[in-house]
T-cell receptor
């Protein structure tokens, strides 16, 4: 049984701060890692994906992967109130199904 | 380009009634998925179809059936609805033949069983 664990939050940060969202996974064979953002009442949308150990940056977002520790994180720099949402971590092994964590709620206060 | 379209968006059923949730994608993706999302439970996979003509059970298949009608359409059927099936249902499609790139989600169906 593949498991993806996330702290449910809420994680509260002030506007302009760095938000750090964390995720751990149980299957060492996991190969692909995804971060989705979901606004209340909306469907999930992909923010970033990462396949290799290390950091991957895209604008204000940085995904970090450490396969040895089975850990993936998402950093949001210069957090904005519009970043307030639930962030879902997802993993997959090869072409297998996409397994989601329960999500972390992020609240960015003005 | 509509992406992934789900119908209906909202539905209220009485216990024991049946219904079919429809999903269609116009992105020529091979793989399609049905998830349910409950408060505090994240997205849980009900059924998936890796390619046209194939379907497989996910994490929570009991009480559901699916049909991959063609490459575009993947439907989810509740034969005898139960209150435990009250949830938000999401359909997603993925370009599986190019590896995992992006899963596109429909807008969701909010189902209440009373």
């Amino acid at each position: 049984q593949k498991e993806v664990e996330q702290n449910s939050g809420p994680l509260s940060v002030p506007e302009g701060a760095i938000a750090s969202l964390n995720c751990t996974y149980s299957d060492r064979g996991s190969q692909s890692f995804f971060w989705y953002r979901q606004y209340s009442g909306k469907s999930p949308e992909l923010i970033m994906f990462i396949y290799s150990n290390g950091d991957k940056e895209d604008g204000r977002f940085t995904a970090q992967l450490n396969k040895a520790s089975q850990y993936v994180s998402l950093l949001i720099r210069d957090s904005q109130p519009s970043d307030s949402a639930t962030y879902l971590c997802a993993v997959t092994v090869g072409y297998s199904t996409l397994t989601f964590g329960k999500g972390t709620m992020l609240l960015v206060s003005p | 380009n509509a992406g992934v379209t789900q119908t209906p968006k909202f539905q209220v059923l009485k216990t024991g009634q049946s219904m079919t949730l429809q999903c269609a994608q116009d992105m020529n993706h091979n793989s399609m998925y049905w998830y349910r999302q409950d408060p505090g439970m994240g997205l849980r996979l009900i059924y998936y179809s890796a390619s046209e003509g194939t379907t497989d059970k996910g994490e929570v298949p009991n009480g559901y059936n699916v049909s991959r009608l063609n490459k575009r359409e993947f439907s989810l059927r509740l034969e005898s609805a139960a209150p435990s099936q009250t949830s938000v249902y999401f359909c997603a499609s993925v370009a599986r033949d190019r590896g995992w790139t992006e899963a596109f989600f429909g807008q969701g169906t909010r189902l209440t069983v009373v």
